[in-house]
């Protein structure tokens, strides 16, 4: 398990153990954690699982995909630490990751 | 809530999420708690999604947040004057608020042969996984309707392993939701990767050995030789309940942008509604998994006193092989219609316009003309034509 901390606009914290394998965006929306819609269930098709990647983790989250790239280009509020959560993958190395939330995903 | 499929759980999650502190009980049908059902005609059916990935929130959640699911009971009948629902097993169920979310069911074919074993619809897990057990290499799958579920089913299968044929009543596959320009690119990456097409084709029946199905008759006479049957002609929406309870129906239950009935203590989401579409002026019936997700957010945020979410831009996604197609708006009172990029190359968008207005763009492998003109959509913005045409300017600058 890796522990994620998601932290909503309004500083709101959740911290939860997610099983490896699944993404980010899985891992806030099973615990139904508010802040990621993720209205495609992971398909990288409606960039509504937009996050900020913790300075101290954006190396090891790997690179964005060009897919990823061109829908984070038109999202709303976009920083350089900007992730679409569902392209980000979930294993050991990520224990402790922490990633905030924009103020709305639409 | 009546219905407990992915629209029913995004709605429960929402009144949680938004503070709703009442009993929630959701009454499905299907002997499993909500989830996706997009991935089974796509990743799921290719095998690069388990289970766990469907699933919309682990079963612990609901106990955990005060949801009782009834799964495998049946909704019978809404009392409306007594506040109450009569189910297929156990007692009645008073309520103060009801979701109506039956959802929608595939449309089946009244032809010879029609029940023969093999014949199959895909809408359920249940469905999914009897299809996939029928796929294999060497296998030959039929798909009748040559639309978005056909063409992923068909793009599965051959990932599988198995022949694919589409037969499609039309000239063209997809010809009721898209143009030519799409109907012709899909058919040709199709067919470079084995699917053959029957177009124009009339089925007058499938034919059987020892009960099961071995071919489809077409119109010509001509017998498609085939080992399963993947009949994909459209849905009907599950109103029976709301009508007979006297709600305003037509084809689907009408709902207003707060996802409420006629009976303001009755709200419907997702395939069963016909709802309004603010940009386009108009009711419409989407079928899709971003409309019903809306919805549940409008009924949740009306019944936890909210106000309401902004109005979304509709739109959908399909993935067939490596293409991503993504589509945004709907092509409504279009009369101009604009190519940008190169079908050739596999990364291109139709942009459908009225006055210099984009009503809706399908964007295949291309996500910044999705996106870029999902904003315009919304917008109402009349854009420079020969720039939205030209993509050597990016989608970027034509929507600044």
């Known amino acids: 398990m890796a522990k994620i901390t998601y932290i909503e606009h309004d500083g709101t914290e959740h911290a939860i153990d997610v099983k490896p394998g699944l993404s980010v965006m899985e891992g806030a929306v099973k615990s139904n954690i508010p802040g990621i819609d993720a209205d495609c269930g992971g398909a990288c098709a409606c960039a509504t699982c937009h996050v900020y990647v913790d300075e101290a983790w954006r190396d090891k989250t790997g690179s964005m995909s060009a897919m990823e ?14 992730r679409l959560s569902c392209q980000i993958k979930v294993t050991d190395a990520l224990d402790g990751l922490i990633v905030r939330m924009p103020e709305s995903q639409h | 809530m009546v219905g407990a499929g992915h629209g029913a759980g995004m709605a429960a999650a929402n009144l949680r999420q938004y503070g709703f502190a009442g009993p929630i009980t959701l009454i499905g049908e299907e002997p499993i708690p909500p989830y996706q059902r997009p991935p089974l005609s796509k990743a799921w059916l290719k095998g690069e999604a388990d289970e766990d990935a469907l699933t919309l929130k682990p079963e612990s959640f609901y106990a955990e947040h005060g949801i009782d699911l009834r799964l495998g009971v049946r909704a019978e009948a809404i009392d409306r004057g007594a506040g109450r629902l009569r189910l297929s097993k156990g007692d009645d169920l008073a309520y103060d608020i009801l979701i109506l979310a039956t959802g929608a069911r595939p449309r089946r074919l009244d032809i ?6 093999g014949v199959r619809v895909l809408r359920s897990a249940a469905d999914a996984e009897a ?11 039929a798909v009748i309707g040559g639309g978005y579920i056909g063409l992923e089913v068909a793009a599965s299968a051959r990932a599988l392993g198995a022949d694919a044929v589409v037969i499609e009543r039309e000239a063209r596959v997809l010809a009721r939701v898209a143009n030519q320009t799409l109907s012709d690119f899909f058919k040709s990456y199709h067919e470079a990767r084995g699917v053959t097409f029957e177009l124009g084709a ?9 009960g099961r199905v071995a071919g489809v008759r077409l119109g010509d006479g001509r017998l498609i030789a085939c080992d399963v049957v993947l009949v994909g002609v459209g849905a009907i929406p599950n109103d029976e309940l709301a009508r007979e309870a006297g709600l305003d129906c037509t084809t689907g239950v009408i709902v207003d942008e707060a996802a409420r009935t006629s009976d303001a203590s009755i709200f419907a989401i997702g395939d069963v509604t016909l709802r309004p579409m603010p940009l386009y002026n108009r009711l419409f019936r989407p079928e899709s998994v971003p409309s019903a997700l809306e919805q549940a957010k409008q009924a949740a945020c009306a019944i936890a006193g909210r106000p309401g979410p902004p109005s979304e831009v509709p739109w959908n996604w399909s993935d067939q092989y490596d293409l991503k197609m993504q589509l945004a708006g709907l092509p409504f009172d279009v009369d101009e219609v604009l190519v940008r990029g190169d079908p050739a190359n596999a990364h291109f968008a139709v942009f459908h316009l009225n006055q210099g207005m984009i009503q809706a763009v399908e964007a295949v492998n291309a996500p910044a003309e999705f996106m870029g003109g999902r904003q ?3 917008s109402r913005r009349v854009i420079a034509r020969e720039r939205l045409a030209d993509p050597s300017i990016s989608m970027k600058e034509v929507a600044a």
Not at chain 1, 69 to 82: I, K, T
Not at chain 2, 202 to 210: Q, S
């Open chain 2, 131 to 141: 299809l996939k057990a029928e796929l294999g290499p060497g296998r030959r799958l």
């Open chain 1, 69 to 82: 790239e061109s829908m984070l280009d038109f999202a709303e509020q976009v920083e350089p630490n900007s």
């Open chain 2, 376 to 378: 315009l959509i919304g």
């Open chain 2, 202 to 210: 009339e089925i007058t029946g499938f034919e059987g050995a020892n």
């Open chain 2, 112 to 117: 010879e042969g029609a029940n023969l074993e």
